[in-house]
């Protein structure tokens, strides 16, 4: 309902490419780009997700993931982590 | 009933043992046997030929028995044993050809078997080579050491003895070789980080039934195999798709999936909006995309601007009048927006959106109320508290936490016209004070403070009481009263352009009045700095500047024949007000010119503004106008003024350094002094 409505509206925002929604086993449920693209941004971002929230609770195990942004040259990708899937943002910031 | 005590194992020797496919399985002997010349006699020579006969002998016999490995070969033939332990052997032997004489005796009637010692029987004998001083052979003892000693001494130079070397034969080794299973080693090896010794040591001391599920699927979540995510990709197409389905829907409708993409959203719209609101907060803008700052020109005098940052607007509050604007005072990124139903006249549900400088395209807070917003004001005490006024006469407070769109409770509903509120934080106690067209000044006290929301039914305890009715006064009192802070005075505007100074302790009568307005005041505003100083803006197209002491107003302000809807001062800088008129917006700074607005924004054609609000901290104004959107304006090329609390006299000169004008003002300000 509203996080449905949230969601369509962050698809339609400036500059985002694509949202991909992951769930736990690492299985992209619903995405609007292509399914190459798709399942390599799933694949690497999980087992990156997994390494930064292993670090994050390494140095202290009562700490815990919140949010990933990973801003490169071309884009800006935002993962949202979360115990049961993944939420993956594309965007494009400068356009 | 048989009981034996002796070394069974003995016995075997001279029985033969099969298991069940016949196989001799008899055990092997352990020690090796000498030849012996009477052993063909051995097996049936009775027990006591054996004991007796050979009684020395086989004393002696037994210090020279040397153990060699066992040979497997020898069993066979039964060879006889001249060894102690066949003492054993044969005394267990004869036992049992005794029982085997009787082999069907009846059970109950009984035998009895009678098992006796034998002297002790020396195995080694081994004599030490100690003797003690008192022996009786001692001295013989002593005597043949000295001798031996006196023996080798004497060897040394005598012609008896002489070295020789000789030779050992030293035998050929032989090797011999075995073969053997590898030994089969596995590596095993984990890594425990310690956020997973951290989770299994707070997981023991906690239920384990419940948790064993949510702790697999953390670690399946956490711990992801790679090459089993591959497994399963190249399983996708085969996966049922209606699985997939429900497990979308799951995760959609859940809690944590609106939290993440609600703060996705705030992500994705705060890069966006990136330079606009680093100009908002006063940073340095980045340009470009190699991030080369703008160049400010400082000593360029440059005309003061507006110039437009961003627009609060959603879908539903396209076309709703803006009535009233306020910052939440904890957190002051909330803004509290009250919109008008429907065209005005025509009463409709009003609206209320709480916008955050976090996402700046969609409210996160939306509340309808049964009537038009025309005033709120958030609480200092209770930050989450929003108190509003309708159009209808009614008061009623939010708590904007929650999500749910109901409001809390419905305090009061009068029959009047135009009702507006404000809500003063005084230190100890929440002041809820409303003002009301048909001229009563009402103060609330809050009295309960419990905002439960159970299940879907709200349960508040939040009662307001209405004080004090005072102040009758027959005509309207239409515009906000304000309240000086450190006094409890409060002024109030009324429809007849009359302006009263009361106060919260007298309720009877007014303490003071001002006149100057022909017509209706719209606002007054207390200084943010000096602390008794007012403006006041009405109908007739002027401001007026007063000080609470003197009934004259120290100074007026004009610029257009149009209603001032509103005024207000600027947080930042104590000279600075702005107005809102109907069509325009403009900025007065009192250090430039008192005589002409230093700032004048037209609207859009067609476009009535109402509302105005300066933002803290941040030299931007917040503009709302009638087609229900916030425009949010940077004020460009102000001179900024330091924005201190005046302190005493001699400082209000400091605020004026660097002024042009100032010549003109001092002498005014000179005369003002904290209150």
């Known amino acids: 309902a509203d996080a449905e409505e949230t969601l369509k509206r962050i698809e339609g925002h400036k500059g985002v490419i694509g949202t991909i929604i992951v769930n736990s086993e690492g299985l992209p449920i619903r995405t609007t780009l292509d399914n190459s693209t798709t399942s390599l941004y799933a694949r690497l971002l999980r087992s990156f997700t997994t390494l930064a929230r292993s670090a994050v609770r390494d140095v202290d195990p009562q700490n815990d993931l919140t949010f990933v942004r990973i801003r490169s040259k071309k884009q800006e990708i935002l993962v949202a982590p979360e115990n049961n899937f993944l939420l993956i943002v594309i965007q494009n910031p400068s356009e | 009933q048989l009981h034996i005590y002796k070394c069974v194992w003995l016995c075997v020797l001279s029985l033969q043992v099969f298991d069940s496919q016949g196989r001799d399985v008899t055990p092997l002997p352990l020690v090796a046997v000498a030849d012996d010349p009477d052993s063909k006699t051995h097996e049936k020579s009775s027990l006591e ?121 030293v035998g050929e080794h032989k090797c011999k070789y075995t073969q053997t299973d590898t030994n089969k080693s596995v590596n095993k090896g984990t890594i425990a980080t310690t956020w997973d010794i951290y989770d299994s040591f707070s997981m023991s001391n906690e239920n384990r039934e419940t948790r064993e599920s949510e702790r697999v699927d953390y670690l399946t979540s956490t711990r992801n195999k790679q090459d089993i995510s591959e497994v399963t990709m190249s399983r996708e197409t085969g996966n049922s798709f209606s699985e997939n389905q429900s497990n979308l829907e799951k995760i959609l409708s859940s809690e944590a999936f609106m939290k993440s993409v609600s703060i996705m959203e705030r992500v994705i719209v705060l890069n966006i909006f990136q330079p606009k609101l680093a100009a908002f907060r006063g ?39 803006i009535t009233c604007m306020t910052w939440n005072k904890k957190n002051p990124d909330i803004l509290a927006v009250g919109y008008v139903g429907g065209s005005s006249g ?107 929301c159970v299940g879907n039914k709200p349960q508040t305890d939040y009662r307001l009481k209405a004080r004090e009715c005072n102040l009758y006064y027959l005509s309207f009192v239409l515009s906000v009263q304000s309240f000086c802070y450190d006094t409890g005075i409060y002024v109030i505007g009324t429809w007849d352009g009359s302006m009263h100074k009361c106060s919260l302790s007298n309720s009877d009568h007014f303490l003071d009045t001002y006149c100057k307005h022909p017509s209706p005041v719209t606002h007054i505003e207390w200084s943010p700095i000096y602390s008794d100083v007012f403006l006041s803006s009405s109908s007739d197209g002027t401001i007026q500047l007063w000080k609470v002491d003197t009934l004259n107003p120290k100074m007026s302000f004009t610029s257009v024949q149009s209603i001032v809807d509103s005024v207000k001062w600027s947080p930042n800088c104590g000279t600075v007000f702005a107005a809102i008129y109907r069509h325009r917006v403009e900025v007065w700074d009192l250090c430039q010119s008192i005589m002409r607005p230093t700032l004048v924004h037209h609207a859009e054609p067609g476009v009535t503004l109402s509302s105005l609000l300066f933002a803290k901290g941040s030299d931007s104004i917040l503009v709302g106008d009638s087609r229900g959107e916030v425009t949010v304006y940077k004020l460009k090329n102000f001179r900024v003024g330091k924005p201190k609390k005046v302190n005493g006299s001699s400082s209000t000169f400091d605020l004026w350094q660097g002024s042009t004008k100032s010549a003109q003002i001092p002498c005014f300000f000179t005369g003002w002094k904290r209150v």
Not at chain 2, 137 to 160: H, I, L, P
Not at chain 2, 294 to 304: D, E, M, S
């Open chain 2, 346 to 452: 025509n009463p409709q549900p009003g609206l209320i959106c709480c916008w955050s400088l976090k996402n700046l395209v969609w409210s996160e807070r939306v509340f309808s109320c049964h009537s038009s917003v025309t005033c709120l004001e958030f609480s200092s005490s209770n930050p989450s508290h929003l108190a509003i006024g309708m159009y209808d006469g009614a008061v009623a407070i939010y708590n904007v936490q929650q999500r749910c769109n109901r409001h809390t409770q419905p305090v009061w509903q009068v029959t009047w016209t135009k009702q507006q509120l404000q809500l003063s934080g005084e230190e100890r106690e929440e002041v809820l004070v409303s003002v009301s067209g048909d001229g009563r000044i009402t103060k609330w006290l809050i009295l309960h403070n419990d905002f439960n």
């Open chain 2, 49 to 169: 030929e054996v004991l007796f006969k050979k009684g020395s002998s086989i004393f002696k016999s037994s210090t020279t028995t040397d153990v060699v490995s066992s040979r497997y070969g020898d069993i066979q033939t039964h060879k006889p044993y001249v060894l102690c332990p066949s003492i054993f052997l044969e005394i267990i032997r004869f036992v049992l050809l005794l029982l085997s004489e009787f082999p069907r005796k009846p059970v109950d009637k009984g035998f009895d078997i009678i098992l006796s010692e034998t002297d002790t029987i020396s195995l080694l004998d081994l004599p030490p080579t100690l003797v003690s001083e008192d022996a009786e052979d001692a001295d013989a003892v002593k005597q043949r050491n000295r001798d031996y000693t006196e023996f080798c001494s004497s060897k040394m130079g005598s012609d008896n003895f002489f070295e020789r070397s000789s030779q050992t034969l």
């Open chain 2, 283 to 321: 940073l340095h803008v980045l340009k470009g995309k190699l991030s080369q700052p703008v160049c400010r020109c400082k000593g360029h005098y440059l005309t003061p601007t507006l110039e437009p940052l961003w627009t609060f607007v959603s879908p539903l509050t396209r076309g709703h009048n």
